[in-house]
């Protein structure tokens, strides 16, 4: 392929992906309100479900002694196979939930452009991630290196906007270094990411850095594409970042690149332009 050749290419699957998010955004006109109220029955009464389950459990306890052998043994294997269904139902159905709420927040309406201090909006996103992981992974901890330049100036910006993909990225280093501590047999393996804000040639600069188990070609090739995972079922949606993509390099007009190395790390750069 010629380089003429491989730019089409991406230009193609550019815009192959921004056709599907905007096919999000018009399938968030109404029908995504009415999936999450159905969905939210299915969510609510599995785990009410598999209390049931828990008083069952509770009473067959109770004349337990009374049963013979066979028949203990036959309710006990029936009710754990329905506590795995009710919580398979509940997973899949906090499943598509996410996606919803993923759809919705990406095509709600009323954005404003808002002169915004970058520094204070990574900080207080960066932390949330973390804190997040934190909150499922209690015995897990990762450095934050954070570096911000003080003549970054005020940046006119869509907050939200902007703080959702930060969010993003920051929540996909943190389950890059989460899976590499767990994978790596390297005892010495100090989990890290480090977070830059800095000017350079008139632009800004937002770098997260992370030394997680990094990116293999096939995966990034698809990086941008919308449900494009990775992740186990129930773990990713796979919209994070073509919606990512498409807040910095659709509404600000800055772009959004990545550089990894296998097992090493990967770089997410986010620039923006100053106007
Ligand atoms: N820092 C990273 N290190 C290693 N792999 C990454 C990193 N960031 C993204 N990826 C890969 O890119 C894939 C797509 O990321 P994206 O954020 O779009 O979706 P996701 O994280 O899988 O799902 P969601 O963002 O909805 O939770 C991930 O599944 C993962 O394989
Ligand atoms: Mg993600």
Same mark, same amino acid.
């Given at each position: 392929?010629?380089?003429?050749?491989?730019?089409? %290419?991406?230009?193609?699957?550019?815009?192959?992906?921004?056709?599907?998010?905007?096919?999000?955004?018009?399938?968030?006109?109404?029908?995504?309100?009415?999936?999450?109220?159905?969905?939210?029955?299915?969510?609510?009464?599995?785990?009410?479900?598999?209390?049931?389950?828990? $008083?069952?459990?509770?009473?067959?306890?109770?004349?337990?002694?009374?049963?013979?052998? $066979?028949? #203990? /043994?036959?309710?006990?294997?029936?009710?754990?196979?329905?506590?795995?269904?009710?919580?398979?139902?509940?997973?899949?159905?906090?499943?598509?939930?996410?996606?919803? #709420?993923?759809?919705?927040?990406?095509?709600?309406?009323?954005?404003?452009?808002?002169?915004?201090?970058?520094?204070?909006?990574?900080?207080?996103?960066?932390?949330?991630?973390?804190?997040?992981?934190? %909150?499922?992974? #209690?015995?897990?901890?990762?450095?934050?290196?954070?570096?911000? /330049? /003080?003549?970054?100036?005020?940046?006119?910006?869509?907050?939200? $906007?902007?703080?959702?993909?930060?969010?993003?990225?920051?929540?996909?280093?943190?389950?890059?270094?989460?899976?590499?501590?767990? /994978?790596?047999?390297?005892?010495?393996?100090?989990?890290?990411?480090?977070?830059?804000? #800095?000017?350079?040639?008139?632009?800004?600069?937002?770098? +997260?850095?992370?030394?997680?188990?990094?990116?293999? $070609?096939?995966?990034?090739?698809?990086? +941008?594409?919308? +449900?494009?995972?990775?992740?186990?079922?129930?773990?990713?949606?796979?919209?994070?970042?073509?919606?990512?993509?498409?807040?910095?390099?659709?509404?600000?007009?800055?772009?959004?690149?990545?550089?990894?190395?296998?097992?090493?790390?990967?770089? +997410?750069?986010?620039?923006?332009?100053?106007?």
């Amino acid at each position: 392929m010629n380089d003429l050749e491989k730019k089409l %290419a991406d230009l193609e699957l550019q815009l192959s992906n921004q056709e599907k998010l905007a096919a999000l955004g018009m399938l968030s006109a109404g029908i995504v309100h009415e999936i999450q109220n159905p969905l939210n029955f299915v969510i609510n009464f599995s785990k009410l479900s598999q209390k049931l389950l828990k $008083d069952i459990e509770d009473v067959l306890s109770e004349v337990n002694n009374s049963l013979p052998n $066979d028949s #203990k /043994e036959e309710l006990d294997d029936i009710l754990s196979d329905l506590k795995d269904n009710m919580s398979r139902i509940e997973e899949n159905g906090n499943r598509v939930s996410s996606i919803v #709420k993923g759809i919705l927040l990406y095509s709600r309406g009323n954005e404003e452009f808002t002169p915004t201090n970058l520094k204070d909006l990574v900080h207080e996103y960066i932390w949330l991630s973390y804190h997040a992981l934190r %909150a499922n992974n #209690k015995n897990f901890n990762v450095s934050i290196q954070e570096n911000y /330049e /003080e003549c970054v100036p005020l940046l006119n910006i869509i907050p939200q $906007d902007v703080s959702r993909a930060v969010l993003n990225i920051m929540n996909n280093a943190c389950y890059a270094v989460l899976c590499k501590a767990r /994978e790596t047999s390297d005892t010495s393996y100090a989990p890290t990411i480090k977070i830059d804000v #800095k000017k350079e040639d008139g632009k800004v600069k937002l770098i +997260f850095e992370d030394n997680g188990i990094g990116i293999p $070609d096939e995966v990034c090739k698809n990086l +941008f594409t919308p +449900f494009f995972t990775t992740k186990p079922i129930g773990k990713g949606t796979g919209l994070g970042l073509s919606i990512s993509k498409s807040i910095i390099e659709g509404k600000h007009r800055g772009t959004l690149e990545v550089e990894t190395k296998v097992n090493e790390y990967t770089r +997410f750069t986010i620039t923006l332009p100053i106007t």
